[in-house]
Every structure is written in structure tokens, then in C-alpha cells.
């Protein structure tokens, strides 16, 4: 593989792949396709060697300007998507337009191109929620918002086109991933950037006790890599970081690195369907000689300390349509501070 596609490649994991690959394969180029939606950001990529990191602004969901960014390319990892399960109760279309008609656009370029490697990026939520145990690759999907739904209907379209067409697909479902560079509505890098201005951290009331898996960013790269070049076309792989906690306790780890105490908290109404626990299995990606590297301390303290000494990176982001976003979301956290 020395020529690879990576799509939505300047988001939060789709980026940090890129620079994986980068520095972890002297001979490989990088297509970089990113659509540069509110969540892209090239300051995620800027230090990629222009030699080898090659970024062309696109959309998936643009059959023509995909095929075009394909072409000449051993293998396509897709992150690009709509991730934000807030957003997609606000509103549903646009991660239909991504996540559905975009993967259906990788495919058929795939087919009429013989791609070697298609590998789709998709998430533990597509399973639903579990109160005991963990999902394997072969327990039946049950999505319960329209972003997980999204990510579904994805993936069974990528497996669809293995059976049908032959398609060499592959599909990883990560759990809840952290690390640097990522977009600040997602409730890591929001508690950790509002903590460092002692601004209110809007904690779901009734979900404070909900239980979300933490895999750090550059362990769920190593196995969507490791996948991609040893899974077999048509398997789903699983990539855990066996790291449950609490959001309650999530929070108050974050308060804690950041020398704030829980005064900061405050109760917002909780969002519809709320799942209450993602667990999954990741004994076959660890079958083929991956795991987790990274420990839940160090890499809580190695993100939270990235925030606080790059404010630069992120300060730019909550303004404007982030700003206007977050007003909407936390209407009652307004309520509560005005």
C-alpha cells in the first residue's frame, strides 16, 4: 500500500491517521479528501511533509471528485462523516447525505476501480446500548439515534457491496476516542476547554451515571491499521480501549487536571434516548496482535495538558457557528447562568 486515500483526513482521527501513517511508513502518500466542514481543520495536518501528504478538498457524497481523488490509489480508509450525536437529533440529513450516500459513492468507485483495500471507520454505538457484558463482531446492530442509525446503514451497504460485488471491504467499530486536535462539542475537549476558562461544564442530568468505553486516538489508529492490512475482506473488527467510566467520573477527572473543583457543574436536561452503556469485545483485532497501549491516567493527562498548551488551536473554534451551536444545544444552561 504506498498510495492510500483517507477521507475526512483533516477531522479529530481521521488526521491523527494521516500523521500515523506518515511517521510510521517512510514510503507511503497520503491523499488527504476532506469536505472542510465546520469540524475540518488543516491545522491537524500542517506539519505534514508536503511530499507525501497530498490534501484535495471534496465531498464523498461527490461522485465525480471522489472517483477523480481515487484513482491511482491502493486502498481508501473513510472517516469522513457526520459524528455528532447531538447534532443529529437537531437534524438528520446531512449524516444521511455522508454517511449513507458517501460510503455508497466509495463503493461504487471501488468496484469500477478494483481498489484493493476498502476499510470504513464506523462506531461501538451502531450495537445500542448493553447493561451487562460486551458486543462481539457478530451480535446484531441496533442503533438508537440517527447518527449511529447513519453509521449503520453504511456499513451494511459497504458489506453489501463485498457480497455482491466483491468489494474488498473491512469495517472497525472504536469506542469513544480522545486525544488531541479533537472538535470541542464533543464532551472531552468541551469539559477540558470550558474547565480552563472556569466556565460551566453542561453535564446531561441523568446521564452523569452513563458509561462510555475510552480508547486514546493514536491506539484506535494502530488498529485501524492493523485491520486494514491483515483483516480479511467482508469481517467487522472491534477496537476497545477498556477504559469504562462514568461521565460523572470523566468530569471529575477533568476538574481535577485542570485544578477546578466541581462547582462547575451543571445539570442540563438529558438528550433524548440517552444510551446508557457501550461495551464491546476486541479479542479478534487482539487476535491479530493488537491492543491498547496507552493508560487511561497518562492519556487523560497527556490530552488535558495538550488543551492547556495549545489554546491557540482551539480558541479560534468556539466562536461563531460553534458559538451559535453551542447556545442551542444548552438553551437551559443559558437559562441557568443568565
Given at each position: 500500500m504506498k498510495r492510500i486515500l483517507v477521507t475526512g483526513g483533516?477531522?479529530?482521527?481521521?488526521?491523527?491517521?494521516?500523521?500515523?501513517l506518515l511517521r510510521t511508513y517512510p514510503d507511503v502518500h497520503v491523499v488527504n479528501y476532506d469536505k472542510m466542514t465546520y469540524a475540518g481543520n488543516l491545522d491537524n495536518v500542517k506539519e505534514c511533509p508536503p511530499d507525501r501528504h497530498t490534501f484535495v478538498r471534496g465531498d464523498i457524497a461527490d461522485?465525480?471528485?471522489?472517483?477523480?481523488?481515487?484513482?491511482g490509489c491502493d486502498a481508501v480508509v473513510n472517516f469522513a462523516a457526520e459524528t455528532h450525536v447531538d447534532r443529529s437529533i437537531m437534524?438528520?440529513?446531512?449524516?444521511?447525505?455522508?454517511n449513507v450516500d458517501g460510503v455508497y459513492n466509495i463503493m461504487e468507485a471501488a468496484k469500477r476501480l478494483g481498489t484493493a483495500r476498502v476499510l470504513l471507520v464506523s462506531t461501538d454505538e451502531v450495537y445500542g446500548s448493553i447493561d451487562?457484558?460486551?458486543?462481539?463482531e457478530t451480535d446484531p446492530i441496533n442503533p438508537r439515534n440517527p447518527y449511529s442509525a447513519a453509521k449503520a446503514g453504511g456499513e451494511l451497504l459497504g458489506r453489501s457491496y463485498f457480497t455482491t460485488f466483491g468489494v474488498p471491504v473491512i469495517i472497525t467499530r472504536g469506542s469513544n476516542t480522545y486525544g488531541p486536535y479533537q472538535y470541542p462539542e464533543k464532551v472531552l475537549p468541551l469539559f477540558a476547554t470550558n474547565a480552563i476558562d472556569g466556565q460551566p461544564l453542561p453535564l446531561y442530568e441523568g446521564g452523569e451515571h452513563n458509561v462510555r468505553d475510552w480508547l486514546y486516538v493514536d491506539d484506535h489508529c494502530r488498529g485501524i491499521d492493523l485491520a486494514l492490512r491483515e483483516g480479511r475482506p467482508g469481517e467487522v473488527y472491534n477496537v476497545a480501549g477498556g477504559n469504562e467510566r462514568e461521565n460523572i467520573e470523566l468530569t471529575r477527572r477533568i476538574l481535577e487536571l485542570t485544578g477546578r473543583d466541581e462547582s462547575l457543574i451543571r445539570f442540563v436536561p438529558d438528550r433524548p434516548g440517552h444510551d446508557r452503556r457501550y461495551s464491546i469485545d476486541a479479542s479478534k483485532?487482539?487476535?491479530?496482535?493488537?491492543?491498547p497501549r496507552m493508560d487511561w491516567d497518562e492519556g487523560m493527562a497527556l490530552t488535558i495538558r495538550w488543551y492547556q498548551e495549545n489554546e491557540w488551536w482551539w480558541r479560534k473554534i468556539k466562536t461563531g457557528e460553534y458559538l451559535e451551536y453551542y447556545k442551542r444545544q444548552?438553551?437551559?444552561l443559558s437559562a441557568i447562568t443568565e
Open positions: 483533516a477531522g479529530f482521527i481521521g488526521s491523527a491517521f494521516v500523521r500515523y461522485a465525480t471528485a471522489l472517483g477523480a481523488a481515487m484513482e437534524g438528520a440529513t446531512e449524516f444521511l447525505r455522508t451487562t457484558g460486551s458486543f462481539k483485532l487482539r487476535a491479530l496482535g493488537w491492543c444548552y438553551a437551559a
